[in-house]
């Protein structure tokens, strides 16, 4: 999924297939080298996938310790906000894994190891995407997925064929919208290289965000996640659909079929950041 | 050069090496702000389905908010302080030359993070606690002597987390690789020091258990005095057992470990 997303931002917003074929395969051949090292050390690689399971569960029970005080948190039930919950953290969790390390490309500027991915014949996205792939953070993936189980599996929702394909739309389109995050925000680092903590802010801060239903926050931090940073068709907009709730801030009805158009937009503007970036990179050549 | 001036000199070294980094500190500041506008809100939730929940009103609830996000890296309650290096030297062998230095091991490493802290207080406390004030009505003392008392706290709380990572460092003498150590250790005190949720929020027996826990002293106890929700010398009383206890059991475990130390010449 992210191998797509790498690939429209190498490519810019004129795709050239051969360099998409090709940042693909660099980003296939990084990963599985790093896999490989991972399952050198199996005991280690299962230990830190439950610790990484563990931690990033914390969140679902500081929502559960809310929910053994109350019934309702902004007019949504436990099944229901477990329901936002497990969409915001298995999209999220997907583009964690597929390129979470793109945060370390502050890193790379500050010491200069950027300069050796840029000579070697693979796109630097691809390479930077694939930069310690961490197979561990496929416990978040499964802590999300099982809360997203436990929501359908208890919710009285009535489906329809519709309602169902919603919801693997929404973990794909959420999951690209996320990566575009992490590209923007790894763009922005060629110009504050110190700053990989204000793309948490947005990529862990915007996971925290959505895991929360849409009326529990103020209507202009509502309008900002759904028209400047669009990260309210990650999950709230498809959600509120499926759930047969009202849509936040009085939107139509058709926004909840939006996301994957959302997502092309958002991985097209983030490759346009990347490619900037990029191009305004100066090595220290030291 | 006298002890205490040694001891200070540290702590400064501490404070100028955290404040070195102005860019890493003002994206600190700003993920600080974000998140503590997140959480609001949530709370704001929370407490408008149960008002008093806890004891503390809304503008209570949401300042404690801001408390957290302003002492979350001040009691390093996600870890980053001192212990990722004192494993590190642990690891290759550099803590013979520390241990042959003409001072104190732990004293040593509480003067820098003390010196950190102080750093982080100010750039990390202060302005996220500022942009809370801004957003939100919080419930903020007007008489300097319950912000006085709050800092003795805060002072306290920091102490008490440096003694648990000091433990926790020390593990890598027998472990040689501390990562999961750590991490265990940080997942427990997000979940035990009121980081995820006010501990007098925490149901029944569970709620009793985590509020007698070593990491209530980190940000439970310091955001109580603040919000005037408890009294200051009783939280005093707690805080100092707890620094004292693990001060102790972190010198006993230094002493055991040290003896296993065979430094490998050349």
């Known amino acids: ?286 | 050069m006298g002890t205490g001036r040694l001891y200070a000199a540290v702590a400064a070294g501490g404070f100028r090496r955290y404040a070195t980094y102005r860019t890493a500190t003002a994206a600190g500041v700003f993920t600080n702000t974000v998140f503590g506008v997140i959480l609001a809100y949530t709370y704001l939730a929370l407490w408008h389905e149960r008002p008093h929940l806890g004891g503390y009103d809304q503008a209570q609830a949401l300042t404690y908010v801001w408390i957290g996000q302003a002492l979350l890296v001040v009691v390093s309650v996600m870890g980053g302080g001192f212990e990722d290096e004192l494993m590190e030297r642990i690891r290759t062998g550099d803590i013979a030359i520390d241990l042959y230095r003409p001072a104190d091991l732990q004293l040593w490493w509480l003067a820098g993070d003390l010196g950190r802290a102080l750093f982080q207080l100010l750039a990390r406390g202060v302005i996220p606690m500022a942009a809370g004030a801004l957003l939100f009505p919080l419930a903020l003392p007007t008489r300097p002597g319950t912000w006085l008392a709050f800092l003795v706290a805060v002072v306290l709380g920091t102490v008490v987390s440096f003694a648990i990572r000091f433990l926790i460092a020390l593990t890598a003498f027998w472990l040689m690789d501390g990562a999961g150590v750590a991490q265990v250790s940080w997942i427990t005190a997000t979940f035990c020091s009121g980081m995820l949720l006010p501990l007098n929020v925490f149901p029944g027996v569970l709620g009793e258990i985590v509020r007698a826990l070593p990491w209530a002293s980190l940000i439970q106890a310091p955001a109580d005095i603040l919000l005037g929700a408890a009294d200051p010398l009783t939280v005093y009383a707690r805080q100092l057992l707890w620094a004292a206890a693990l001060l102790t059991a972190g010198r006993l475990l230094q002493s055991a470990a040290t003896r296993r130390v065979v430094v490998v010449g050349g």
Request: glycine share 8%; net charge positive.
């Open chain 1, 1 to 286: 999924m992210a191998e797509a997303t790498a690939d429209e931002a190498v490519a810019g917003p004129e795709p050239s297939y051969g360099r998409v074929r090709e940042g693909l395969r660099a980003y296939r051949l990084i990963i599985a080298m790093w896999i490989r090292s991972t399952m050198a050390y199996r005991a280690s690689f299962v230990m830190s996938t439950l610790a990484n399971l563990v931690a990033t569960a914390l969140d679902f029970v500081a929502i559960l310790l809310m929910f053994s005080q109350v019934d309702v948190l902004g007019g949504y039930r436990l099944p229901e906000v477990a329901f936002l919950y497990g969409l915001s953290a298995t999209a999220f969790g997907l583009a964690d894994l597929t390129i979470g390390s793109m945060d370390r490309l502050g890193r790379r500027v500050r010491d200069g190891t950027l300069d050796t991915l840029l000579v070697r014949p693979a796109p630097v996205l691809a390479q930077v995407a694939a930069d310690r792939f961490a197979l561990r953070r496929l416990g978040r993936v499964t802590q999300g997925a099982c809360v997203l189980g436990y929501a359908l599996a208890v919710l009285p929702i009535a489906w329809t064929p519709l309602k169902a394909a919603m919801i693997p739309l929404m973990l794909l389109s959420g999951g690209l919208i996320f990566c575009a995050v992490f590209v923007a925000g790894a763009a922005f680092q060629f110009v504050a290289q110190d700053a990989s903590e204000v793309q948490n802010s947005f990529t862990y801060g915007g996971q925290t965000l959505l895991q929360y239903p849409p009326s529990v926050f103020a209507k202009d931090l509502v309008r900002g996640v759904t028209f400047v940073l669009p990260l309210a068709f990650v999950n709230w907009l498809p959600a509120v659909y499926v759930l047969g709730r009202p849509y936040p801030l009085g939107l139509p009805a058709w926004v909840a079929f939006t996301p994957p158009l959302v997502a092309a937009g958002c991985c097209a503007l983030a490759g346009l950041a990347w490619r900037t970036g990029l191009r305004s990179y100066r090595s220290t050549g030291s």
